[in-house]
């Protein structure tokens, strides 16, 4: 386009109109954020947090932070983050929430986040599979008997297929637990 041809575009109304239509897209878009959050089953765009070096267990009082590879946390709505030094205590507090403090009472969480027994990776964990482990001597984390948590099923599979005393029928899902089967746990916490 030259010189000429460029002084002689006069916009129409239907361009206004188009750029309005953009103008307007683009700010609702902006209002309403990115996509959700990726995440697994009972996921609610919640993020975990970084674990504070001062947070305590809620449920041993231990201090979460100084098991990076085992520690796990919860988020319910409107609440503040939970803290847990392991997958037992986390389970723990899950099943039987207003037993460890009254605020969360008949609450479900908005999120669970816990650490892959493999790969220490920290994973979702409403999603992930535990197995029920009960031997202590052949884990070495903390509380010393935890359920542990893997990505995916086949990787605790893979775990129960190593031990004549475990089968598939020790893999269970985050809803799994409740008190009965979290006192297995914690039973000095109830």
């Not at 959700?36 to 809620?58: F, K, L, R, W």
């Not at 709505?77 to 939970?82: W, Y």
């Not at 984390?141 to 598939?168: C, G, H, I, T």
Request: charged share 25%.
């Amino acid at each position: 386009m030259d010189d000429d041809e460029a002084s002689d575009f006069a916009p129409t109304r239907r361009t206004y109109l188009k750029l309005g239509s953009l103008t307007a897209t683009a700010a609702l878009a902006g209002c309403l954020g990115g996509a959700p959050t990726a995440g697994g089953a009972g996921q609610t765009g919640v993020e975990p947090a970084d674990v504070p070096d001062d947070a305590s267990c809620a449920v041993c009082n231990m201090m979460p932070a100084k098991f990076p590879d085992y520690n796990a946390q919860l988020a319910y709505e409107g609440q503040d983050h939970q803290f847990f030094c392991s997958t037992g205590c986390m389970t723990s507090f899950a099943a039987v929430p207003g037993h460890f403090d009254e605020a969360f009472d008949g609450e479900t969480p908005a999120g669970a986040w816990v650490h892959d027994h493999g790969t220490k990776d920290l994973i979702d964990g409403q999603s992930a599979f535990y197995v029920l482990e009960m031997n202590p001597d052949r884990v070495d984390d903390p509380m010393m008997k935890n359920p542990l948590a893997f990505a995916s099923r086949e990787d605790a599979v893979a775990y129960v297929d190593q031990y004549d005393d475990l089968s598939e029928d020790d893999i269970v899902s985050f809803d799994a637990f409740d008190r009965e089967l979290a006192e297995q746990y914690r039973a000095k916490f109830f």
